[in-house]
């Protein structure tokens, strides 16, 4: 057994015996020098925050979720005039920094281009950029 | 879901909120003594980790156990599994960064320094091993010998005749040494 192995499983023995001591010693040792109403309320309360936290979680995951599903599969409503969204999609094609293949626009439907158009301009506004 | 041999989530629920103060106390104590031996999360962060592990059934809560035991083995596994991200993850925790530059450059990478509030005694103190321990007690003959005895898994009256002591000095060591972990 290696010095640090050995010296890690003593660690272990520790908190083993020390667990065994804290259970064998009274309440009332254990509870010396505290307010058992103070320990009581500060238990509930860390019961509730653990509870608010797990809602928290649970609440951004579902999040994350429906905004992953609203950009896949949720019908795009537009405003936009169907030529200006393919003109903006023609002048995002000679972006260097975009990557569209030009000659697919022409092939593409009307409610794609929306689709493509509304997600790419929502794209430049979340990083700073403008239409 | 709750079945012959683990408890259901309101089963559990309900389980935490009958435990005594004595327990809460004793819980309150074992996440001190785990947070200073192991890993840089906080005493509180290691209980509400465990509480949220079990209250969300990720963690089973065998139905026969007392729920103090349940509650420290919950917070051990946090903290060693906190421990192990802490050493074998690429990201070092204990350091945080700020972002120096808000242009991204693909070939320079983004341009960080780190701020590390974390001290190197810190680091020495946590690293897993009994010397985060004897280092507690080091101005302390006495609580040393208790440290040793319990290191080597030996206590109560086992560990009073080991030590050569009657048994009120031993109870009054512990004693001590258990304020000591607990005022962390």
Redesign the interface.
């Known amino acids: 057994m290696t010095d640090?192995t050995h010296?890690?499983d003593?660690?272990r023995?520790?908190?083993?015996?020390?667990?065994?001591?804290?259970?064998?010693?009274s309440?009332e040792?254990?509870?010396?020098?505290?307010d058992?109403?103070v320990?009581?309320i500060?238990?509930?309360a860390?019961?509730a925050?653990?509870?608010a936290?797990?809602g928290g979680r649970r609440m951004a995951a579902a999040k994350a979720a429906m905004a992953t599903r609203k950009v896949s599969t949720s019908p795009i409503i537009s405003t936009v005039n169907i030529d200006e969204a393919r003109a903006y999609l023609q002048a995002a094609a000679n972006d260097s920094r975009i990557t569209i293949a030009a000659r697919s626009l022409g092939e593409m439907s009307d409610a794609d281009i929306i689709r493509m158009y509304t997600q790419l301009n929502k794209l430049q506004q979340d990083t700073g950029g403008s239409k | 879901m709750s079945d012959e041999t683990s408890l259901s989530k309101s089963e559990v629920e309900a389980a935490l909120t009958q435990m005594s103060p004595a327990d809460w106390k004793r819980i309150k104590i074992k996440a001190r003594t785990y947070s200073k031996a192991l890993t840089y999360l906080t005493a509180d962060d290691i209980i509400q980790e465990a509480l949220i592990s079990l209250l969300s059934g990720d963690r089973v809560w065998p139905r026969s156990a007392r729920s103090v035991i349940v509650v420290i083995n919950a917070m051990h596994s946090e903290a060693s599994n906190c421990r192990e991200r802490e050493q074998s993850g690429a990201i070092d925790h204990r350091v945080d960064i700020s972002v120096l530059s808000q242009q991204y450059d693909e070939d320079a990478g983004t341009l960080v320094m780190p701020i590390n509030e974390v001290t190197p005694e810190r680091i020495v103190e946590s690293r897993g091993d009994i010397e985060a321990i004897e280092r507690l007690v080091e101005n302390d003959e006495e609580l040393q010998d208790v440290v040793l005895v319990w290191s080597l898994g030996i206590r109560g009256k086992d560990a009073a005749i080991e030590l050569g002591w009657e048994m009120n000095k031993y109870e009054a060591a512990r004693k001590r040494l258990t304020r000591l972990l607990e005022s962390l």
């Open positions: 640090t010296k890690q003593e660690l023995k520790f908190f083993k015996t020390q667990l065994e001591e804290l259970l064998e010693m309440d040792e254990i509870l010396e020098g505290s058992p109403e320990l009581k500060e238990g509930m860390m019961i925050a653990a509870k936290k797990i």
